[in-house]
């Protein structure tokens, strides 16, 4: 069975860093995009940062130059620096997985199960 599973997360002052980590487990042929996601109480889920199976990233306006999205093989990572209390929210990785199925191989959307990051002012 094909799974996302995520550590890392916790509270920090503002200003501290933290670092993400997203593995992805079972049997699959590749990883296409892999994005990582936050959802702070009363508020939409939003995207964080996303980075392409060739490499290339882009991240939201308010992450910009404080946190780096990056992945080797089957593990994806977020690096948080400079964290502020507005970034406090449960974070989720999102991947493509090109998985078997009984029907034949097909590209599925994955999730992670979320993991919680608490910024104190």
């Known amino acids: 069975q094909v799974q996302l599973v995520e550590s890392g997360g916790g509270l920090v002052q503002a200003g501290g860093s933290l670092r993400l980590s997203c593995a992805a487990s079972?049997?699959?042929?590749?990883?296409?995009?892999v994005g990582w996601y936050r959802q702070a109480p009363g508020k939409q889920r939003e995207l964080v940062a996303v980075i392409t199976s060739g490499g290339s990233t882009n991240y939201a306006d308010s992450v910009k130059g404080r946190f780096t999205i990056s992945r080797d093989n089957a593990k994806m990572y977020l690096q948080m620096n400079s964290l502020k209390p507005e970034d406090t929210a449960v974070y989720y990785c999102n991947a493509g997985l090109l998985v078997l199925l009984p029907t034949g191989k097909s590209r599925r959307e994955y999730w992670g199960q979320g993991t919680q990051v608490t910024v104190s002012s």
């Open positions: 079972g049997t699959f042929f590749s990883i296409n995009a």
